[in-house]
């Protein structure tokens, strides 16, 4: 038990340490496939996601860490034979899971393959679903990879994406089941293959019991934390708090981590727990000894704000995906990015990549109510800006709302 209180700083800087978030980005290299391939494995994983505004979040939350790096050597990573170090799968969300992680995915399988309960309310109990499922399999086996689009059907439609046609169903109940894999994306539809055509050989595929499962995600989770909750160790790999607290306990017994003090944003004290790798960033962090210099932009879907609260417990910021209310309920815009300055959350924007003309266009842009326009904090954002705009082959930059307008302005004289 560490009796010291740690500063708000602290907490905020083993965060940003954990993540890879620290760093300033080094404009002279290009990342290398092991780079992209170590960031993804420090995360745990990364969520896949539709909404393209912008890039993917799935690549934007690579940029964010790495910088300008060739989004296509992540596609390679995960669909590439030659290169194949990631697979499609369920864990915080959809996600790219380096193929360590693979066999974390097996209990579930097997739930769905053999869990009376679980197996009666799967796509195989529904009338027909059986047949289709065994249509869809040996269709594939003999044709090889396929789409759901693939498939003909005449059936009715109702108009919901989740309103699956029944071959749909099958590839997906397939997938979950872990007979079938994602091969490659197609204008990114899922294409699904065998899986012992598309894992590679030599995969660690021995099963870890229901308990050890739980035990190795509550673990990742206060590792790519820093510092962090109970219950947010748990929601980081989409685990429960009764799961989560009595892993911790037991970590917490074993000495893998310890309890700390920390005064959070809120100005009160609070009990979290950290990894013990960490503590040595923590200590430092406290002594002024270790600093974060990195500003860059994030994903809504970025890992940092996957444990419930912590925008607001460390950083006193509301994160905010509203792509999926109505236009007049929303306050920021439909896909805000957060703009990380050094420790802090300053400000975030609403962007719009208009591809064909090569511009990127900011909807809004805002700064946090007591943040000013400073000459560093508009330089440093202005050369992340730069960096952004050239990761999406954007040559031309359009502000439509600016607050405070002062920003907006000062930002596009430094670009």
Not at 25 to 52: F, M
Not at 78 to 92: C, I, N, R, S
Not at 143 to 163: I, M, V
Request: aromatic content about 10%; proline content about 5%.
């Amino acid at each position: 038990m560490n009796e010291a209180i740690f500063p708000l700083r602290a907490v905020r800087r083993v965060a940003l340490y954990a993540q890879g978030l620290c760093t300033p980005v080094d404009r002279r290299a290009t990342p290398t496939l092991q780079e992209i391939q170590g960031t993804v494995e420090r995360l745990g994983c990364v969520q896949i996601d539709t909404l393209q505004m912008v890039q993917r979040s799935q690549y934007l939350v690579l940029w964010s860490r790495l910088g300008n790096y060739n989004a296509a050597d992540l596609d390679r990573l995960a669909y590439d034979p030659q290169h194949k170090a990631l697979f499609e799968g369920w864990q915080h969300a959809a996600c790219l899971i380096p193929l360590s992680e693979y066999r974390f995915q097996i209990p579930l399988m097997r739930r769905l393959l053999d869990d009376p309960a679980v197996a009666t309310r799967t796509f195989l109990a529904k009338p027909g679903g059986k047949e289709m499922v065994n249509t869809v399999r040996e269709r594939i086996r003999a044709t090889g990879p396929l789409r759901g689009a693939d498939f003909e059907y005449s059936g009715p439609r109702r108009g919901s994406w989740w309103d699956w046609k029944p071959a749909k169903e099958a590839l997906e109940y397939l997938y979950a089941t872990g007979e079938l894999m994602i091969s490659e994306r197609r204008n990114f539809q899922r294409v699904y293959d065998l899986t012992e055509r598309v894992l590679p050989e030599g995969v660690d595929q021995i099963e870890p019991t229901v308990e050890e499962r739980d035990r190795h995600w509550v673990e990742l989770g206060v590792r790519a934390l820093g510092a962090c909750t109970p219950a947010q160790a748990g929601a980081y790999s989409f685990r429960t708090l009764t799961v989560s607290r009595a892993i911790v306990n037991e970590l917490l017994r074993e000495g893998t981590v310890q309890t700390i003090q920390a005064r959070l944003a809120d100005g009160e004290t609070h009990e979290l727990i950290a990894h013990r790798e960490h503590l040595p960033v923590l200590e430092q962090s406290a002594q002024g000894g270790f600093s974060t210099s990195r500003t860059t932009f994030l994903s809504p879907f970025d890992n940092l704000f996957w444990a419930p609260r912590r925008d607001r417990q460390l950083w006193g910021f509301r994160q905010s995906l509203e792509a999926y209310l109505p236009a007049h309920k929303r306050q920021w815009g439909y896909f805000c990015l957060p703009i990380l300055h050094k420790d802090q959350l300053v400000g975030r924007f609403d962007p719009k990549l208009e591809r064909k003309e090569g511009r990127l266009r900011l909807k809004a842009l805002y700064l946090e109510a007591d943040v000013q326009p400073e000459e560093q904090l508009v330089e440093e954002v202005a050369k992340a800006m730069g960096d952004f705009m050239a990761f999406h082959k954007a040559k031309e930059l359009v502000i439509e709302k600016s607050q405070p307008q002062e920003f907006g302005r000062k930002l596009l004289a430094n670009l």
